[in-house]
Each structure stands twice: as structure tokens, then as C-alpha cells.
């Protein structure tokens, strides 16, 4: 038999958000009900014009004249189109700079395969643990310069001294609920561009950006089609957190220090390891650009941060300080007199709420807990009664 790969022993022993679930399922077998603000899922119902292009795109594969196999590996042109004249239509980019993929989780776990192990990663703490999880994977445990996004500084990162390879940006920041400044993304390009660094721009939550002047792409900075590859979900925006479907832009200039484009890299790269997402659920994200499509869409997110605002509003009330909540549907609370996150954690269980202890973020993320506003107005409403007896 072979040996194993020894990086994955540099994991830690168990995902972060699987050991979160192992309390809570712990304190349901005492038949609590669980008021989850730690939910990071959705809990509305699909836009009903996404579940129609389903239904619709099932019932041509009766037919022969319209049946549809083996798709495109890098996703229908119908739904790049689309893409681009709604998502980037200021932006120029061309239909094969656009690769449609089954969710960020599988963009963001494997782009860092095209890469030397050698690489510099500049990952920011607290972030999404797969960042991190993906470049020990691909042996880079001991490469990786963690950028602390602290309070003192309104949660936003400063440039570090060295030189990175790699940086992982996301904004509005997941799990501070933070939109980066356009001063600060700009500075991250300048930085890049200096230095012949990659970027690799998170943009999950954009749809939930209602702030004037707040930067929704990071190719709204000038330079940044020279050093970014930008990344979103259908998940967040639309509710597809079953279906999978997301997108990444790779501008064709940008290349490797050997002169290789990391657009065709990706190309082939998926070419081996992707077989492309179904012709089903892309038809579903197309309907997501429709007029009825983004009517229904901007209802659902319209609740969803309503919500949030109740849950930041309610968490202000009982004293506690409050970040995030109005680009983003998380609020990141600080724990009370000191208390650990994850003491704050088990506190908040005992009053059978759940949140999203601060220190699974990474070590900056201690003191802090995620409240998520995805929850229902029910449940959150119960949540802060609850919290105002602890």
C-alpha cells in the first residue's frame, strides 16, 4: 500500500465547524430547542424562478432535440454571458476569463494546486479555516504569514514587511462581517503589483453590500486585473448551498513567475480533475439574472439582512459591542469581560444559543464570537430574550 500524503497529518484533527456541531447535537439530546445564530446556510426558499429553470431544464433532457450531455468543463457560455453583462459589464473581460465551478469551497480549496509549495500565503485571522487547510494540504504549512485583522485597526489588514506569493483576501469579510475600504484594497494592489504577488479576492458576500461607496469588486481598484483573481457564489446570493455553483475570474495577463497564464493553467487543471457543473443548475443560475430573477433574490436577501439588522440592533441593546451586520450577514460580537470565545461559546449553549466561537478563525479571532443573521426573525427574536438573561 502507498504511504500517505504526510501533509494531511498537519491538519488539525477535526474540522473546526464539526467539532461546533458535536456540542450542539450533544445539547439537543437533552431536547433543547437550539436557537442557531451560528448558521452560515440558508434557511429561505430558493427564488421560485430558479426552481422553475430547473424544472424546465429537466424536461428538455426528455427530448432528443434538446437533451444535454458532458457540459463544458469551465461552464456553458450561456451562463458566462451572462455573467458578464450583468456582474462585470464595466470591466471588459472576455467569456473564457469566466470559469463556472461547484462552489467556492471547491475553487478556493484547489487553486492553490497550480502553485510551488514554495510560495509565500498570506492568509488574514481570522478567516474561513479552509484558506489555511488547503496550503498545508499543499505542504505550505510552514510558508503561511498570518495578517491579523484587529480592532484597533476596524478590522482591516495591514501590509506586511515581507514579500508573499499568495494573498487571501475576502471582503465583506467573513467571519467579521467587515467591508474592506477602498484605501485598503488599493493598497493590497499597489502591494502586489510591487512585489509580483497573486491575489486571490473572496467576493462570496458581495450581493449583501448595500453601503454607497463600498467596494463590490476587487477590479473596481485600478491595477487590479494585473494581480487578482476574483471569486463568487451562487450560494450566498441565491440560496444554491445544495445545488453548488459558483464563478472565478482569471484575467488572461496574469502569469506565474515561470511566464505560464494561471488562466490556462486553471483550464487544463479543470480539464483533469472537474467535470463541470450540470446543465441543470447552471440554467438555474442564469434565471438569477432575469428581472423577476433579481427582484426575487433581492427580496430574499432583503429579509435576510433585516434579520441581521434585529440581531445587531437587539445585540447593541444588551451592551454588547458589536461589529459588522450591514454589508454582510454576520455580526461579530466581542465576549463579555474578557470571557474566551469558546467559554462564551458554552455559555450562550446553556441558554441554547449557538454562535460561532471567534478562536475557529484563527488565533485574532479570540474574544470574539459570529453571530449569523441567516437565522429566522423567530428564532433571533427568541436568541436576544435569551441573551438578556445571561
Do not use: H
Request: glycine letters at 6%.
Amino acid at each position: 500500500m502507498p504511504k500517505i500524503n504526510s501533509n494531511l497529518l498537519k491538519l488539525k484533527k477535526d474540522y473546526f465547524f464539526n467539532e461546533i456541531e458535536k456540542k450542539v447535537l450533544l445539547k439537543k439530546q437533552s431536547k433543547a430547542k437550539i436557537l442557531n445564530l451560528g448558521i452560515g446556510d440558508i434557511t429561505q426558499p430558493l427564488a421560485p424562478i430558479v426552481v422553475e429553470a430547473m424544472k424546465k431544464a429537466a424536461d428538455e433532457m426528455k427530448e432528443e432535440k434538446t437533451l444535454k450531455g458532458y457540459g463544458p468543463s469551465s461552464g456553458y457560455a450561456f451562463l458566462k454571458q451572462k455573467i458578464l453583462d450583468n456582474d462585470y459589464k464595466n470591466f471588459y473581460f472576455e467569456i473564457d476569463e469566466i470559469f463556472i465551478s461547484s462552489g467556492m469551497k471547491y475553487s478556493l480549496a484547489n487553486i492553490s494546486d497550480l502553485f510551488s509549495q514554495n510560495s509565500k500565503v498570506g492568509i488574514l485571522d481570522p478567516a474561513y479555516p479552509l484558506y489555511t487547510d488547503a496550503n498545508i494540504i499543499n505542504g505550505r504549512k510552514q510558508n503561511i504569514s498570518y495578517l491579523p485583522l484587529l480592532e484597533e485597526n476596524n478590522f482591516e489588514p495591514l501590509l506586511p514587511d515581507e514579500k508573499l506569493d499568495i494573498i487571501y483576501l475576502c471582503s465583506p469579510n467573513n467571519p467579521t462581517g467587515q467591508v474592506f475600504s477602498k484605501k485598503t484594497l488599493k493598497n493590497w494592489v499597489d502591494y502586489a503589483k510591487k512585489n509580483n504577488s497573486l491575489i486571490i479576492f473572496d467576493g462570496a458576500y458581495e450581493a449583501f453590500i448595500s453601503s454607497k461607496d463600498s467596494v463590490k469588486s476587487i477590479y473596481e481598484i485600478t491595477g487590479a486585473k494585473d494581480v487578482a483573481i476574483e471569486m463568487r457564489s451562487f450560494s450566498k446570493k441565491a440560496g444554491f448551498t445544495s445545488l453548488r455553483c459558483s464563478y472565478l475570474v482569471i484575467p488572461k495577463n496574469i502569469k506565474t513567475l515561470d511566464n505560464l497564464s494561471i488562466n490556462s493553467l486553471w483550464n487544463r487543471y479543470i480539464d483533469t480533475k472537474f467535470g463541470g457543473i450540470s446543465y441543470l443548475i447552471q440554467k438555474a443560475a442564469e434565471a438569477t439574472y432575469s428581472d423577476p430573477g433579481k427582484a426575487q433574490i433581492n427580496s430574499i436577501i432583503s429579509t435576510y439582512m433585516q434579520n441581521t439588522k434585529t440581531l445587531l440592533f437587539g445585540l447593541k441593546k444588551l451592551n454588547y459591542t458589536v461589529y459588522g451586520g450591514i454589508d454582510s450577514p454576520y455580526v461579530w460580537c466581542k465576549c463579555p469581560k474578557n470571557v474566551k470565545s469558546m467559554d462564551f461559546f458554552d455559555k450562550l449553549l446553556e441558554k441554547n444559543i449557538c454562535a460561532i466561537p471567534g478562536i475557529g478563525f484563527g488565533s485574532s479571532g479570540e474574544g470574539f464570537v459570529r453571530f449569523s443573521g441567516f437565522a429566522s426573525s423567530e428564532i433571533i427574536a427568541e436568541a436576544l430574550l435569551n441573551l438578556g438573561t445571561l
